[in-house]
């Protein structure tokens, strides 16, 4: 089961990574943007510490590294555009309400290498992370833009 909050886990990945005398690239690696293969770690919760290894001993000197954690002005913002949507359910608005538990919480955690033309990636979430980027995509999707009626340039 996957904690609450990352960042422990973030420590323990910076100090293993250095610990194997690699470098860090604090950079997000967008899978849909580069061609990438995840690592599955199945049951294993430290199935980061292979990937690491593997990388070791691929070669490489340095893994990327990004983290994400949940600023108030962020989440307050969320709300904002939810409140306003027009096709937002009060259930949406109630969990994302609910997110405010997780102010200051490390959500997201993705390491990363290349090799030979391919990035390998790792990536780890809470349950509440992945409960805010569907409200993100969701506010996103129906961001409070009136479908049909008609737009500024459009009125007579």
């Known amino acids: 089961m996957t904690p609450d909050?990352?960042?422990?886990?973030?420590?323990?990945?910076?100090?293993?990574i250095e610990g194997h005398g690699l470098r860090r690239f604090h950079g997000y690696v967008d899978y849909d943007e580069v061609q990438a293969i995840m690592w599955?770690?199945?049951?294993n919760t430290d199935g980061w510490k292979d990937f690491v290894e593997l990388a070791k001993s691929s070669g490489v000197p340095f893994l990327t590294m990004d983290s994400w954690t949940l600023k108030r002005d962020e989440l307050e913002e969320l709300i904002q555009r939810l409140s306003n949507a027009e096709y937002t359910n009060d259930e949406d608005l109630e969990d994302a309400r609910w997110l405010r538990t997780y102010?200051?919480?490390t959500g997201f955690v993705q390491?990363?290498?290349?090799?030979?033309g391919s990035m390998f990636l790792y990536e780890t979430s809470s349950e509440w992370y992945?409960?805010?980027?569907?409200?993100v995509e969701l506010a996103e999707d129906f961001g409070g833009i009136p479908i049909d009626e008609p737009g500024p340039d459009e009125e007579d």
């Open 5 to 16: 909050d990352l960042s422990g886990l973030k420590d323990d990945m910076i100090a293993f």
């Open 40 to 43: 599955k770690t199945g049951d």
């Open 103 to 105: 102010v200051g919480k």
């Open 111 to 116: 390491l990363g290498w290349a090799y030979q």
């Open 130 to 135: 992945d409960r805010y980027q569907r409200l």
